[in-house]
């Protein structure tokens, strides 16, 4: 039975702040001694199980009343029937949002944190938690009530966002922050929060899990320093100590909190950890926080379910959409929430929407609002088993309806304006409505302070602009691997052939053994059709061969863009003739730069086709107009962009950008190549050598970075080369006349690089004899240049190769060898023709960062077990380092111990002039023992001691993946 005249605080505690204030917005309500009326009748609270912040209002003997089941639902019931009462609508409703919790990400920073914020008028402070106005916050929280949610997760600009708050009495070393800087933010941060909780929303702080300080490494004497690396994923006990200290106290000092969101980036797998720290400090709590695990690092599903079922108290997971890729480009999840599902069936699930940093098409502060895609997004999360719906957005787009506005920069309040639309969509979804247009043209209109048709332009423009981002990342997916140091960079879409893949590719992955790059939450072993097959990559288009011209092939994309630009400048023209000089200059500006980025984008399609039509010519004149159309096309796109353009269209490529997208020096490459247009060239020479690469580039559609090269990958390549080696030999026989010496020359080096990569595919073997036997120079073998088929090349280089002669093994010079002590396996490396000033003063200046780790690296796997590696990582002159193990289990899982400092090791290093030496003794005690003579132990090395792209040298080829347990040279003792 209903409660006939509760007392608000009584029945919903600190809430009842919240329940007060929504109330008070209902016309003809009024509240005395606890109680709410409607009109003079008693409005009555029923307590019901209604999940999902459910509700109903229904007529009553002596007025209405109220059923939900918390203060969330309750607050939402009381909002809607204020809604309903200003429309001149019933009072009755009946209404259960979609998706059973509803999060709303809302990113802060802390004062000291030196973090910028994103506006798209410039870099401004971003305002710190420590200044937001107490209505501010009040005002979001209400906001959110408006709009169905009921959590709040603050995203703070750090990874580590224990530092700038936490009191540190027992841990002074931990931090190099000032107190009063930390007790302001904490008193701000308890604020915040304490007000989310006014109106009944749990409440969360995100962090990255295994993140320490600098504080912290600089007492255990680690040798890394925070900027220049994360401080993060290290095996020590004192980290393990400080986090589980971080744990603790940040639910002693912030009350508010009612618990964590774990973000794995930074640590992936980290089960363990967990347990080791996180564990014990919620034992040594009054209750078990809330825990929403992010999916994104966790690929062990075995071994974290564990975790999760043991955790004491409230838990979720969580993931992005789209683990596959960081795009956003079609409206569908990815499916293996299933594996989850599965695994935790009883665990709540939440997948993310919203133009958050790379989780949506990396438009972060972007014009973007597509309704229809939205809607069909989130139909499929729920298609797919989502249970609940976490909303993200770098930027806060409720920030215009807040009041206390005024404190933040300029900039901040343009996404809001721009962009609501998009939490617009998502909020309309969760209630279940489709508004009609005239409803949504109106609430333009209200955002924009302007008339219904300036509204209509508006709304227009908006969705064909935003459709221009969709299109390029149809054409063009952006995948993650190729983010890491050692890649060329992402310069330009058409660069090379397989470097960026039409979406339709994501169908494909499974089909890609031993796959590694895309184990981001879960393995995908089998095909799925993910997305349509309705696109295709240019060299296929460009391929007479392949017949099938889907729906969406190159050329259709480029034509669509063209449409999107136009109808987006058609609308912003009528939105300017409609508002005259008042027409808002930063909306127009974003329109132009995704209109912008379409034009880009449209060129760079149309100049991929040429290029790779070079490649299937049938004769000379063909293959000079293909480069001549492309050079034309490329110094059409400098000239459109200019230095300006193309750096502002470089945000939407990838957050992780080179910044060296350069058409006009890409133009200038290929006329170098068709100066030769006139020289005396046997064009079937020139076809052979063009198919031998074709070939070889065909080898990166499935065979990518982080993908091991084995059993089928490697009888793949393998054909593939022999096919490429037979294209390069036919080239040099019918260059057999005197005056095509030099290019006869130029071939010769490519297919003695063909036969290198041959070469490649087995496992050298070298010999570790007695330290004493070796002279000072005996026995060093030669690194090779460590790549995945030139992976990220330019393509134009396979056509400027057959002119010029190119180095294709690298400039790096690097040796090593092995051989035993008595204390314990000795390494030594060497580096030759070098200016030692040079790269001493590169090694200073890279000190402390990720760039250190590629001093030396060095595999092994004593007694050959074929399954299993110990990693040992040394920093420049071995002044430091880690040693991490990682053993592959027969379903493909790994088992990794995080790295721990190295100790005990014996080095020294020394230098002259143009050369430097390292040598390195591991004790056999960490070994498991000294090995017999006859015995047969796994090695590999690698080094790369230039700290450049792309310069990785290697003994035994993993094809950029150093953490390869299958590519591993042989060392006998001898």
Known sequence: MPHSSPAIDHLFGEAGHGVRWAASEIPGAAIADGCITIDGQPLAFAAENRQGGAFAIRGGANGLVLHANNAVSTISGLLELARRRRAGMGDTCDLAPRFRTRMYKHEIVFEGSGAKSKAWDGSAPKLPITDYPAETMEGLCRELARRHFGALVLYPGTYHPFEFFLGYEDMAHATHLAHDLRRRNREALRRF???????????????????????????????????????????????DAYIAYAYHQCFRE??????????????????????????????????????????????????????????????????????????????????RVAVWKRALPDVEF?????????????????????????????????DKGADSLAFQSISELLLPLLPGKEAFPAGDHHPGRLNQGHLDAVVDFVRGEQPSRKVLTARTAARFGCSTRAATAIDGATLAASRIILDQYTQFWHGSAQEGYLYPGRLSHYQEPFFYAPVS?????????????????????????????????????????????????????????????????????????????????VFAGQVELNCLLGERIRREILIAVELCRCYFVADRRAFFAHLR???????????????????????????????????????????????HARDDIPFPALQAYLRSHER????????????????????RNRGLLTQALRQAERSISLLARPQHALLRDNVLAWAQHLRAELDALHMPAIACPPAESVAGDQGFRRLQHDQCYRWGELCWEDFASFFARQDFAGPDNCDFRVARTADGLQVSLREHGIDWAERSATW??????????????????PGAHGDRMLHYTLYFRGEGGTVASLQELPDGRFVREKPAPVQGLITAFANTDSTWR?????????????????????????????????????????????????????????
């Open 350 to 382: 939440f997948f993310s929407n919203g133009p958050c940093h790379n989780c949506g098409t990396n438009i972060s502060n972007r014009l973007f609002t597509d309704r229809d895609y939205t809607a069909a997004l989130l139909q499929d999360f729920l």
């Open 505 to 585: 590719f994501i169908n494909r992955i499974g089909a890609i053994p031993h796959n590694v790059a895309w184990r981001a939450w879960a393995v995908r072993d089998r095909v799925l059709r993910v997305v349509p097959e309705d696109t295709q990559a240019p060299i296929d288009f460009a391929n007479p061969a392949v017949r099938r011209k889907p729906a969406r092939h190159p050329l259709v994309m480029a034509a669509s863009l063209a449409r999107r630009v136009s109808e987006a400048r058609r609308h912003l023209a009528a939105y300017r003739a409609e508002t005259g000089p008042a027409a808002d200059p």
């Open 918 to 974: 390292f040598d390195l003794t591991i004790p056999w005690a960490q070994l498991g023992g000294a090995p017999e003579p006859g015995a047969m132990w796994r090695l590999n090395l690698l080094s790369n001691p230039s700290v450049r792209r792309n310069r990785r040298v290697i003994w035994c080829s993993a094809y950029e993946w150093q953490n390869e347990v299958h590519r591993m040279g042989r060392m006998f003792i001898v």
């Open 844 to 861: 200073e200046k890279n000190r402390g960062t990720v760039n250190q780790t590629g001093f030396l690296q060095v595999m092994l796997d």
């Open 696 to 715: 070889f580039n065909e080898i990166r559609r499935m065979c990518r970075p982080f993908v091991s090269v084995r059993e089928a990958m490697e009888r």
């Open 193 to 239: 929060l304490g007000i989310a909780r006014s109106y009944g929303l749990t409440t969360y702080l995100q962090h990255y899990v295994s993140h320490f300080t600098q504080g912290i490494a600089d007492h255990l004497h680690l040798g890394l320093k925070e900027g220049g690396t994360r401080l993060a994923g290290i095996s020590h006990p004192g980290v």
């Open 629 to 675: 159309r492309a050079r034309d096309l490329m110094l059409e796109t400098a000239k459109l962009l200019g230095e300006t353009g193309r750096r502002a269209t470089d945000s939407f490529v990838s957050v992780t950008t080179a910044k060296q997208f350069d058409p006009a020096a890409d133009a200038a490459a290929l006329d170098r190549i068709l100066a």
């Open 254 to 335: 912030v009350p508010e909190l009612d618990g964590l969101f774990y973000n794995f980036e930074s640590g992936g797998d980290a089960a363990d950890l967990l347990r080791r720290t996180l564990f014990p400090a919620v034992a040594k709590l009054p209750r078990a926080p809330h825990a929403i695990f992010r999916l994104w690092g966790i690929s062990d599903v075995v071994g974290f379910s564990g975790l999760v079922r043991d955790y004491p108290g409230p838990k979720a997971l969580k993931h992005k959409p789209h683990d596959t890729a960081d795009v956003y480009s079609v409206p569908v999840a990815d499916a």
